[in-house]
Nanobody, 124 residues
Framework: VQLVESGGGLVQPGGSLRLSCAAS????????MGWFRQTPGKEREFVAS????????YYADAVKGRFTISRDNAKNTVYLKMNSLKPEDTAVYYC??????????????????WGQGTQVIVSS
C-alpha cells in the first residue's frame, strides 16, 4: 500500500495550493479518504474527508469555505485545493485512507493507511 502526497510548498498569505495524493496497493474506490495536518508538538488534526463515491464531503470548521476535497477514482487520487491560505495553515499535510467508505471519521485512529506527508508553509 502506498499513499504519496505532492503539491506542498511555500505560499504567501491569501494564496492557493493544490495537494494531491496518489494511492496504490488497495481498492481506492472502496475507501473514504481524508486529509489531516500536524505541527510540531501538536496532535494530528482533521482537515477534510470524502466518501468513497465523492458524493459527500466533511470539513473542519477552520478550513470550511476555503478548502475543497475531491477525488478521481479513475486516477486513484485525492486532492485538497486550499484557497485564502493563512499562516496558521502552516503544517505537514497527510492523506489517509479509511476502510469505512462513508467518510465521516474525523479521528486519525479511524484511518488504515497514511502517506508520508507534504509540508505547507504560509508566510510572507
Amino acid at each position: 500500500v502506498q499513499l504519496v502526497e505532492s503539491g506542498g510548498g511555500l505560499v504567501q498569505p491569501g494564496g492557493s495550493l493544490r495537494l494531491s495524493c496518489a494511492a496504490s496497493g488497495f481498492t481506492f474506490s472502496s475507501y473514504a479518504m481524508g486529509w489531516f495536518r500536524q505541527t510540531p508538538g501538536k496532535e494530528r488534526e482533521f482537515v477534510a474527508s470524502i466518501k468513497w463515491s465523492g458524493g459527500r464531503t466533511y470539513y473542519a470548521d477552520a478550513v470550511k469555505g476555503r478548502f475543497t476535497i475531491s477525488r478521481d477514482n479513475a486516477k486513484n487520487t485525492v486532492y485538497l485545493k486550499m484557497n485564502s491560505l493563512k499562516p496558521e495553515d502552516t503544517a505537514v499535510y497527510y492523506c489517509a485512507a479509511d476502510s469505512d467508505p462513508l467518510g465521516y471519521d474525523r479521528s486519525p485512529f479511524g484511518y488504515d493507511y497514511w502517506g508520508q506527508g507534504t509540508q505547507v508553509i504560509v508566510s510572507s
